[in-house]
């Protein structure tokens, strides 16, 4: 009757598990499990109880990692040997399956978090493409892919696009969703640039770099965009997306770890020495700034919550009035630049 019941448990999982496509979810009883560190350190566990196999299955399959599986030599215990697991288990693995399905990150990185609630956002992902999109060139690197939220909308009709993040688990999940197209390459390029990287990126013959929100998590910015300007062909077009308005900065920027936000004259002065000529800087997004401001500077989060992120989709009407009238203030700046001749 335990085997029963046991069974029926596994059953239910089983179709659970195949209801929930958008996971990729395998077999979750797989007794052994190895992991390399960083998938591992990513896991952020929360179960004390055998909830920790769907836990792993539902955490492992939203980080988009690669799963093996290999045979291997093993004798279960019976229960009359003392195996503990039966049909409240296969309940509590549900419990756990609902509870983490839609997991986004570890709690404490805040930009993992940010990014996976952004790229909910597709219809203003599709706006601020379509901000820059006639100034992108046919061999493109771009610097902080990240999930590739961007990177989705000029990856096709290419060349070639080098997509770039430091941050290991990102570039996992570019190679689980670009890396078979051929003219794309996924690599993780350190700015400020070590002079073998630089001659690495000069021999991709690039006409454009594409750099949203990433300039501000680099300290040494000035050496960056020095070295955006060395690996650009004369001619290259910069896209820089930065946030806008020092007097906005507060708890939101210091956990997405931001060094800085950009003044317009500011920002226009260290484009032109790095060796730019400016094209178009504008205001973005003048909407957002209350929002930020209450965030950051009143109530101080780590973390802007998912419902007012998701306002952004109902407030598109009021984003396309700025193509009119371009606003003298926003929470970004996008500047394109061109490298001379």
Known sequence: MLYFWHSIGNRCLTLLSNAFTDLNLTDMETCYKVFVRDVADRLDLRSRDFGVEPEITCKVARMRARIYEVPISYHGRTYEEGKKIGLK???????????????????????????????????YNRWLHERFERHLGRRILEV??????????????RERVVASDIEPHYVRELVARFAERGHVRIASFQFP???????????????????????????DDRSALQDFASVLSPGGRLVLLVPSLKALYGTLDVHLHHFRRYERAELDRVVR?????????????????VGWWL???VLKRRVLPKAQLSLFNWIMPMLRLEERRPPSFGMSLLVVARKPA
């Open 89 to 123: 288990d296969a309940f509590k693995a549900v419990y756990t399956i609902l509870r983490f399905w839609r997991w986004e990150a570890p709690r404490h990185d805040v930009g993992t978090i940010t990014l996976r609630r952004m790229a909910q956002l597709s219809t």
């Open 144 to 157: 902080g892919s990240g999930v590739g939220n961007q990177t989705r909308y000029f990856v096709d009709n």
């Open 193 to 219: 640039l070590t002079p073998e990287a630089r001659a690495d990126l000069q021999r991709e013959s690039l006409d454009t770099i594409v750099c949203l929100n990433v300039l501000e998590h680099i300290e």
């Open 273 to 289: 020495e790095a060796g730019f000529e400016i094209e178009e800087i504008r205001f973005l997004n003048r909407i957002g700034v």
């Open 295 to 297: 965030n950051s500077r």
